[in-house]
Each structure stands twice: as C-alpha cells, then as structure tokens.
C-alpha cells in the first residue's frame, strides 16, 4: 500500500540582524542577493508546496519576495535575535501557517541561505528519500576530512607555550584505517516532520535520516571569508538552478 504524499513546507530563515556580514541575506554573490540562491533551488526542486522567508525584517522581505518566495508574516522579535532556536522559528512559521480550514504541513524544509550552493536537485533527492523513510528528522551531512577524525587528533600536555602535544602513539595514522565519520554541513537542508517538532519540542527526534552532501554543495557562509571564497567558487558550479555566470 503506497503512502499518500507529504505537504512540506519550506522555511528560509533571514533575519535581519547578522553581525559577522551585515544584511548578510542580502550579500551580493553572483549579481544576486544571498538568500536568492536558496529560494532558487527551492523553486526549482520538487515536492515543497509552499516557499516562506520568515524574517523580521523589511528589506529582506522585499528581496525574498521578488525572488518568488512568500512571506506572509513577519518574525516577532523574540525569535529574531543572535540565539534564536531553530525549533522556535519553526513551531512560530507551522503556527503562522495553519488558518482556519486549511490543510496542515506533515514537515518543515528548513532551508538556511547561508548555504547558497545547495541544489534544487539534491534537494528533491532529500524530499523523495524523507518521503520514502519517513523519519523524524532528515539533516544534510558531509563527511569528515580523515585529518580531522578523533584517530587524528593529538593533545595538548598544558596549557603553556610553546605548544606541547602528545605523541600520536597508537592511533591509527592511515587514512584507510580511520573510521569514517559525518558532521552537520550547516545544515544546508534539515526536513523535519511537524507532529514530532509540535508534540516532543525537538528538531532532532528518535530516527534521525543523514543527507550526504559533497564538500561544494556544503560550503555554509559564516563570515566574510566565506563568502569571498562563494564568489571565487562560483565558476565551478554545475548546479540547475545557478545563474548564468
């Protein structure tokens, strides 16, 4: 017996307020504004029904909307500062969302735009393999450079300089011979099913479904280093939904 398919929603979390890049969300990469990139790929990939910016701020408002996405709310204040959870801005968008007679979201596309080289067609494969699974939470992971595995690390025998390490003595120093191991990419795409978020309070539930995404796809754009590199990455892209460059 075939499931019945899954109303999901997009989220694109854009507040106002970034410190590290001011107006990050509106950062020019590739002649367009940050937080296209993902509305783009959201537009392009398949099995999201409806795309929402929750913001708190105007301009970026403006911006998502000309890009083809809706914002028919704006953020309250406490769930727009520095800390503000991902799981509240997602129970305050289920809420926003859910009008008298409508039909209720199974899930949440909860899509950062500081992860502007996700494409629409790993997220597609995201959607279908959530739909497929149906898990609590689907989050999109890259693996861990083998340097970076806890058989590679080494620690520090003080906390004076110079620097002091203990000998690697034991561990495994073949990159073959290491466990491999996944890490969060951001997330660049975290799918998570809205009765787990609205009755356990979590983004993160009992069957968690890993998203593997390469090392390109995963850049997440934190700071102004980051975007530098973005823009300087952009020609070797190959996505659907890019720009012509």
Known sequence: ??????????????????????????????????IAWTIAAAKAAHGLDRIIVSTDDERIAASAIEHGAEVPFLRPTE?????????????????????????????????????????AAQLTEAIALFGQERPDTLVSVT????????????????????????????????????????ARNGPAILIVSAS????????????????????????????PIDLEMARHLLPLLQHPSSPAL
């Open 196 to 223: 787990d978020a609205q009755l356990h309070g979590r983004l993160y539930g009992e069957r968690v479904l890993g998203f593997e995404m390469d090392r390109l796809s995963s850049l997440d754009i934190d700071d």
């Open 79 to 119: 769930f727009s500062g520095d800390n503000a959870p991902a799981l509240d801005v997602i129970l305050h968008a289920l809420k926003e969302l859910k009008t008298p007679g409508g039909e209720a979201y199974d899930a949440v596309a909860y899509l950062q735009p500081t992860s502007p080289f996700r494409s």
């Open 143 to 182: 693996a861990v450079p083998h340097n970076m595995v806890p058989a590679s690390l080494m620690h520090p025998l003080g906390p004076s300089a110079p620097l002091m390490l203990q000998s690697p003595v034991g561990q495994k120093l073949r990159r073959q011979e290491k466990e491999k191991l996944f």
């Open 1 to 34: 017996m075939s499931m019945s398919p899954l109303r999901i929603a997009a989220v694109i979390p854009a507040r106002g307020g970034s410190k590290g890049i001011p107006y990050k969300n509106l950062a020019d990469l590739g002649g367009r504004p940050l």
